[in-house]
């Protein structure tokens, strides 16, 4: 079946520095891949799409300039934290449509996941 | 806006007991509902899923209909096992908004023998 990887799986970070995650679909070209966030407790929140060749999409209330999307190529996105903050601790989780559709009712692929924690 | 509210955990059963977990929705229209599943240690897996109204989604003993009089979409298997322990989260997609999808908190299941 469709994978997609996710890495690293954690990682530990000073303040002050930045973070990059990376997210590849091995197995399928991917041209939008969506980025989102958990924190303990509650629902994987939107963060943004990711746009093979185009800037990505950012949900409300989001910040841009510190979570930087690149998605280079149709099988590679990063998210990279920008000077990372302890209140950026947080689960980080792609995903992407295999089937390329878009649409409302093609499920999507996860990673398995960034468990980040900025010290 | 679209949401979904899914009911809490942590959810404990023995083995062979009949699990129920509810999921309600708010949705303009008629959004796609799905159920993913989380193991330990592994990424979001899609479980399954029902795209209109009255639709049945069913995998691995799971079941869940598509309700839209009551706007639920509840998760039903007959008989757990030791293995289905795990999070479990309720999700759904907007009608024609593409891929967008709003997941419930999730509820975790732990079974055991």
């Known amino acids: 079946g469709a994978v997609v990887s996710q890495h690293p799986s954690w990682v530990i970070c000073k303040s002050g520095t930045s973070v990059k995650i990376e997210c590849r679909s091995l197995d399928f070209q991917a041209t939008t891949m969506f980025w989102y966030r958990q924190f303990p407790k509650q629902s994987l929140m939107l963060m943004a799409t990711s746009n093979e060749g185009s800037k990505a999409t950012y949900e409300q209330g989001v910040e841009k300039d510190k979570f930087l999307i690149n998605h280079a190529s149709l099988t590679l996105s990063t998210l990279t934290v920008t000077s990372a903050h302890p209140e950026d601790s947080s689960f980080y989780i792609c995903?992407?449509?295999?089937?390329?559709?878009?649409?409302?009712?093609?499920?999507?692929?996860f990673g398995n996941g960034t468990r980040l924690t900025v010290t | 806006g679209d949401s979904v509210t899914q009911m809490e955990g942590p959810v404990t059963l023995s083995e062979e007991a009949f699990l129920t977990i509810n999921c309600t929705y708010t949705a303009t229209g008629y959004p796609s509902l799905f159920w993913y599943v989380q193991y330990p240690g592994e990424g979001l897996q899609l479980l399954l899923k029902?795209?209109?109204?009255?639709d049945k989604g069913s995998n691995k003993g799971f079941e869940a209909t598509y309700r839209k009089e009551t706007t639920s979409f509840h998760l039903e298997k007959g008989s757990v096992q030791v293995s289905d322990s795990a999070v479990y989260f309720c999700?759904?997609?907007?009608?024609?908004?593409?891929?967008?999808?709003?997941f419930g908190t999730g509820t975790s299941l732990t079974v055991i023998p």
């Open positions: 029902a795209t209109k109204a009255d």
């Open positions: 999700a759904l997609t907007p009608q024609n908004t593409g891929n967008q999808f709003y």
């Open positions: 995903s992407a449509d295999p089937t390329g559709e878009g649409s409302y009712n093609s499920p999507l692929h």
